[in-house]
């Protein structure tokens, strides 16, 4: 047994003796429940934004473009590429990984690995998710990208393809480090891009669990998870530089919220903070799928075409948020062209809707052709003709002569 473990045993048996719970993480949740909510004009956070996850529509925000330390919220960004590795077949969950001598080094909540230990791809997906597990994150990173370096370079390069403008990554955990910083809005994007994977909320609602068969408990420090209806995640986050941080989601109904605040003074300041901020997000707003547009819609004449008309289509879009109450007084107003002139390509823009809430423009998506439209040429007009033709012989020989 190595010196780390044969410490960590007799740290154990010491909790055992005073009849406490082992507990692989230094960021104990508490069992207290949540703290009350307080007014969002006291929200007890340096930083802070409340977006909904489908659109990226903002419901509130303070300071949300402020750079500052997240922490363990950095995460985040660790897990989105390992969910996008699994998607991609890049890794698996039954995969095996060692541990290296970096990994095994690393300071701040850990799960105690052991330099050539293997464990899993799940159980460290797990630790990183439940427990925040520094060593875990970093074995993942190395196994992804070969070291946590080069681990680090692609989350770097991930944030800025998602638009992560005031964004820098130092490390894959978030322990403190100099030039490492990021902001709420751009937590809020990198949980939204996250929550597209579905999988990740298997484990990021896990409220406890174990590892190696059981010998290990973990139990969740987001305590959302147990005390918040409808919390799926996500991600805390402490240090000294950072303060208290989390990303908080939760979905309810068709509603799903993303809520980030930074810098908080306590662990119980970030609970109240958050849960402040979907509490407002729930009771204030809701989602909204817009009615169909097809009965409005005609086929639009072409002039010297193959075809005298063509289908207009559209991709409606998604739900919208607007504030309670609201919902019947969206309308969509739809545009068409009278007619056009061939050709006409497939996806050519033939109109537009345009959807307003009173005097707001909440979105515009165009209206566009399902279907090419040859131009009327001589040998089209000559292949327009044999067929027809053709199929008057065919309804003659089916009829019969007159």
């Not at 095996?96 to 230990?117: D, F, K, N, R, Y």
């Not at 692609?154 to 490492?180: I, P, S, Y």
């Not at 909320?201 to 305590?223: C, F, H, P």
């Not at 309308?331 to 009278?338: A, D, S």
Request: some cysteine; overall charge negative; aromatic content about 4%.
């Amino acid at each position: 047994m190595s010196g780390k473990r044969r410490f960590a045993a007799l740290l154990l048996a010491l909790l055992l003796c005073l009849g406490a719970t082992p507990v692989l993480a230094q960021e104990e949740p508490d069992e207290e429940g949540l703290p009350a909510a307080v007014s969002l004009d006291e929200l007890p956070a340096k930083s802070a934004i409340l977006m909904e996850q489908s659109t990226g529509k903002v419901l509130f925000e303070k300071d949300a473009d402020v750079q500052m330390a997240p922490a363990s919220v950095t995460k985040v960004m660790s897990l989105l590429l390992v969910m996008e590795a699994l998607d991609a077949g890049q890794i698996h969950l039954e995969d095996m990984v060692t541990c290296s001598e970096h990994a095994a080094s690393m300071g701040g909540t850990q799960i105690w690995l052991e330099v050539g230990e293997q464990m899993s791809v799940e159980d460290l997906l797990k630790a990183t998710c439940v427990v925040s597990a520094n060593d875990a994150t970093v074995a993942l990173g190395e196994y992804i990208a070969g070291s946590e370096e080069g681990f680090v370079q692609r989350m770097n390069q991930r944030a800025q393809e998602l638009g992560m403008a005031n964004t820098h990554f130092v490390n894959a955990t978030g322990l403190d480090a100099e030039g490492h910083l990021t902001t709420a809005r751009d937590i809020a994007i990198m949980s939204r891009e996250l929550m597209k994977h579905e999988a990740i909320t298997q484990y990021t609602t896990i409220w406890m669990d174990s590892l190696r068969n059981g010998a290990n408990e973990l139990v969740n420090t987001n305590k959302l998870i147990r005390f918040y209806e409808g919390a799926t995640g996500l991600k805390t986050g402490t240090t000294d530089s950072a303060g208290s941080c989390l990303s908080a989601t939760a979905t309810r109904d068709s509603l799903s919220l993303v809520a980030v605040v930074m810098g908080c003074a306590t662990s119980k300041d970030r609970f109240a903070a958050a849960r402040s901020l979907l509490d407002s997000g729930f009771a204030n707003y809701t989602s909204v799928t817009l009615p169909s547009i097809d009965e409005q819609l005609s086929p639009v004449p072409v002039s010297g075409g193959v075809n005298t008309a063509v289908q207009p289509t559209y991709t409606p879009p998604g739900t919208l948020v607007v504030e309670k109450g609201a919902a019947q007084e969206i309308k969509q107003t739809v545009t068409l062209v009278p007619s056009v002139t061939a050709p006409v390509e497939q996806g050519q823009t033939l109109g537009e809707v345009v959807v307003t809430l009173g005097e707001e423009e909440l979105y515009a998506y165009p209206i566009v052709a399902a279907q090419a439209v040859e131009k009327m040429d001589f040998f089209a007009a000559l292949k327009s003709l044999i067929y027809s033709v053709v199929c008057m012989e065919q309804r003659t020989s089916i009829g019969g002569a007159p």
